[in-house]
């Protein structure tokens, strides 16, 4: 995809003298950081003028950005920028330790943010014609992720959707996937498996069947269930998300 306004990727790596006026070379083969610079600065502007995702000719002009000032090997950077075939998460792997630099610019770690934030939503619009719709589906993201959102997505999936779903999850915490791993609990298929896995609902259950056959009433004396699970939400925050429950301490 390529805006009519911005310049036209290249991508003959075996002649890049053919790069006609405003021709940004994608296959690394020609040096144009400025070039590049002015390009990912249209695609920015394009990206906040229409939700918050870059177009796919930007993304790919800031994975061949990144792909030739980072550090190491940018072989998944460098392949999405020339193709436009982009693997989120090997993607994730070869940006996250530039973002992660001290020295790293903001201008830099904003690339990054807008970048992975473009191939998420790509990989979620494949997952959406792949899989039957249900009451929960994702949904796409309006607004750029942090890079470490992400990380946290492509480490933990669901479970850490979940956790962006509360209120008082920043996304733009610096100690975010710490936090995440601090207070996730677990994930239940049911509200019955979560209070038999976190309660001791089980053990109180069984006193109470010896009380009642001590008593002479056996079958007549039951827990109170929404009882117990309104003090499991007092004491955990308990997110529905894609047919399972995800816990996290308070």
Do not use: C
Request: charged content about 25%; cysteine-free.
């Amino acid at each position: 995809m390529t805006n009519p306004e911005t310049p036209t990727p290249h991508q003959d790596r075996d002649d890049p003298d053919r790069l006609a006026s405003g021709e940004i070379d994608l296959t690394g083969s020609t040096h144009q950081p400025a070039d590049l610079a002015d390009v990912i600065g249209d695609a920015f502007i394009e990206a906040e003028a229409s939700g918050g995702e870059l177009p796919e000719w930007g993304a790919r002009a800031v994975a061949r950005s990144l792909a030739d000032h980072g550090q190491g090997p940018a072989t998944a950077l460098h392949n999405f920028a020339v193709s436009g075939d982009g693997d989120l998460e090997a993607i994730s792997r070869e940006a996250m330790p530039i973002y992660n630099q001290p020295d790293t610019p903001r201008w830099v770690r904003r690339q990054i943010d807008y970048l992975l934030t473009f191939l998420l939503n790509a990989h979620t619009a494949i997952d959406a014609t792949e899989t039957p719709p249900t009451t929960d589906a994702t949904e796409t993201v309006d607004q750029p992720l942090t890079a470490e959102a992400i990380e946290g997505l492509n480490q933990h999936g669901d479970a850490f959707r979940a956790f962006m779903a509360l209120p008082d999850t920043d996304q733009h915490d610096p100690t975010l996937l710490d936090n995440f791993h601090e207070f996730y609990v677990g994930r239940f298929a049911s509200m019955n498996e979560l209070l038999d896995g976190l309660t001791e609902i089980a053990f109180w259950t069984s006193e109470i069947d010896v009380l009642a056959q001590r008593l002479g009433i056996p079958g007549h004396i039951a827990l109170d269930l929404a009882a117990i699970e309104a003090r499991a939400r007092d004491v955990w925050d308990i997110v529905a998300y894609q047919g399972a429950l995800y816990v996290f301490d308070k």
